[in-house]
């Protein structure tokens, strides 16, 4: 899941009673890095997921939410765990949506979903294309709920959406 | 404002490295922003465009203020 500018009220929207899932959810928020710890703290009070700031290497846990810290890329492994990578900033930002969605697998035995969300610029439209290209699932906010429609727009010009949708919907399909 | 424009003053300020402890929200006349300003993007965290309400306006206070005050370490 990559978000921007408008994250925080929009996340807050999406998160707020959502329980612990089957599922890992990868969260790559672009923001400054002083507020890493607040942004964890606040969502963790919001769910009953347990929202954790990634730190080095961890095996992908279901009813955890990883959340990428600032500076540094987020990369899958083998679909099995999670690691930060050191990198130049891909689409002006670090860590980028792209960089974490471009690394997942094709993989038939999981269910693998995109979202992208509200923000400025073009991150995380190549990698929801990547995502849909291996058979995954891709979401992206609709204009009217955005904050800022420009990730979400950059997504949904792929052609590769599967929904298009604000985030009282994303999060009804859920669980 | 004259001179510079709300995004260049995020980055005026983000270049000369004055930024640390603090979080932006725009408030601007602009439905989107202009291009180019994507290299900012990181540092402003909210964004509402005129017209808007009061409510909107205390609810993104409330939320930034979330982030400097969580009081967690």
């Known amino acids: ?175 | 404002m004259p001179e510079l424009n709300g995004f260049e003053t995020v980055k005026a300020i983000v270049d000369e490295g004055l930024f640390e402890g603090n979080v932006v929200c725009m408030l601007t006349g602009e439905q989107e922003p202009p291009a180019g300003l994507e290299t900012i993007s990181e540092y402003i965290l909210d964004y509402i465009h005129k017209p808007f309400s009061m409510t909107e306006l205390v609810n993104i206070i409330e939320n930034s203020t979330s982030y400097l005050a969580s009081g967690v370490e």
Do not use: W
């Open chain 1, 1 to 175: 899941m990559g978000i921007s500018t408008g994250g925080p009220a929009t996340l807050k929207e999406l998160f707020t009673g959502m329980p612990r899932l089957n599922a890992s959810i990868l969260l790559v928020q672009h923001m400054p890095a002083f507020i890493n710890e607040k942004v964890r703290f606040n969502l963790n009070k919001l769910t009953e997921l347990d929202v954790v700031i990634l730190k080095g290497l961890a095996k992908l846990e279901n009813g955890v939410m990883y959340v990428a810290p600032s500076g540094v890329h987020m990369v899958v492994k083998n679909n099995q765990f999670i690691q930060l990578l050191e990198g130049p900033k891909k689409n002006f930002v670090c860590p980028s949506v792209d960089t974490t969605m471009l690394s997942v697998a094709e993989n038939p035995a999981q269910e693998i979903i995109a979202v992208v969300m509200t923000g400025m610029g073009k991150d995380g439209a190549e990698g929801l294309a990547h995502i849909k290209n291996i058979g995954g699932k891709t979401i992206a906010q609709d204009e009217a709920s955005s904050i800022i429609y420009g990730m979400p727009k950059h997504a949904a010009a792929t052609n590769c959406v599967d929904l298009i949708a604000p985030p009282q919907a994303i999060k009804k399909g859920a669980y």
